[in-house]
């Protein structure tokens, strides 16, 4: 049993997780299709969880009480190395405790873990948040999971959609420099479909900040030649981003959040900022999502 990768399975699915950023880095099923993007030039991760922000600050500044601490893009979990809890066939847990070294980043104590369970047709991740502090805990945190696009080779990436379990006719957010758009947007889900195209992405992610939804499916159009596809569900999270490259990279991400980042215009004190979870003094958030797959 590596100590850097563990592998879970159930029936015919595996997958397979990494200490490093406590990362999913495989799901595939028993056909030896490999649903998740496996980390090319175009972009080095797989899915990466974002904490303790989601998103960008301004300046890459977190303010607390007078002081300013360097918070990069999505947080630092991604880069992290976690400590394995629970290793078992079906399931695995990975723990992220506050150090001296995430204080210099972030002033507050923390426990994050990342429980991953496996079944025969889909693999969930609950994540929980626990404030080990004497004061509120300001967090938010995300998923980034990035699925190859098209999932089947020789699919047209624009014979893919996403269909919402409701329709989604609030506007969107967008991102100038990392920052939040003050201005909403049309958003561009046709009902409660999404086609997919690489001009989508022209102006960064696409953000859900009110969505209705709680779960996604990703697949290309009906009928035998679809190939495979994926449902994403959600609980807890209040946002969801939308992501790929516009040119040409072979993933999307399906992002659910619980946070966003900074409005262009925001410029104070870390607590005040919008999007964030607020946990009391020995309380705790948890926050979960499925990925389910198959194929036509």
């Not at 990362?23 to 028993?30: A, F, H, R, W």
């Not at 969930?124 to 945190?141: F, H, M, R, V």
């Not at 946002?239 to 104070?268: H, M, N, Q, T």
Request: hydrophobic share 40%; glycine share 10%; net charge negative.
């Amino acid at each position: 049993m590596s100590d850097d990768t563990h592998t879970l399975r159930s029936g015919a699915l595996t997958a397979a997780v990494k200490a490093h950023g406590a990362e999913l880095c495989s799901l595939k099923d028993g056909d030896g299709i490999e649903y998740l993007w496996q980390a090319g030039p175009e972009w080095p991760r797989h899915a990466p969880l974002l904490f303790p922000i989601v998103g960008r600050l301004a300046n890459d500044e977190l303010r607390h009480r007078g002081k300013t601490y360097r918070m990069t893009q999505h947080g630092f979990a991604r880069d992290s190395r976690f400590a394995w809890g629970e290793r078992a066939e079906s399931r695995c847990t990975l723990v992220l405790e506050d150090s001296e070294a995430t204080r210099t980043l972030y002033p507050f104590a923390f426990r994050l873990s990342a429980a991953y369970a496996i079944d025969e047709s889909g693999l969930d991740l609950t994540l929980t948040i626990a404030n080990t502090g004497k004061e509120t805990l300001p967090a938010s945190i995300g998923g980034h999971p990035a699925f190859n696009w098209p999932l089947r080779s020789g699919l047209a990436k624009e014979s893919y959609a996403l269909s919402f379990a409701h329709a989604e006719l609030s506007p969107v957010r967008r991102l100038d420099g990392g920052l939040l758009r003050a201005a909403a947007e049309p958003g561009p889900v046709k009902g409660t479909v999404l086609p997919l195209s690489e001009s989508l992405f022209v102006d960064d992610a696409i953000i859900f900040d009110r969505i209705d939804s709680n779960s996604a499916r990703y697949a290309a159009g009906q009928g035998a030649s679809a190939g495979p596809w994926l449902t994403m569900s959600w609980r807890g999270f209040r946002e969801l981003g939308v992501w790929s490259k516009p040119a040409g990279a072979p993933f999307l991400c399906i992002e659910p959040w619980r946070g966003y980042a900074s409005p262009a215009d925001f410029a104070g004190e870390f607590t005040d900022k919008p999007g964030l979870m607020h946990i009391a003094p020995g309380a705790e958030e948890s926050l979960s999502f499925r990925i389910e797959v198959g194929s036509s």
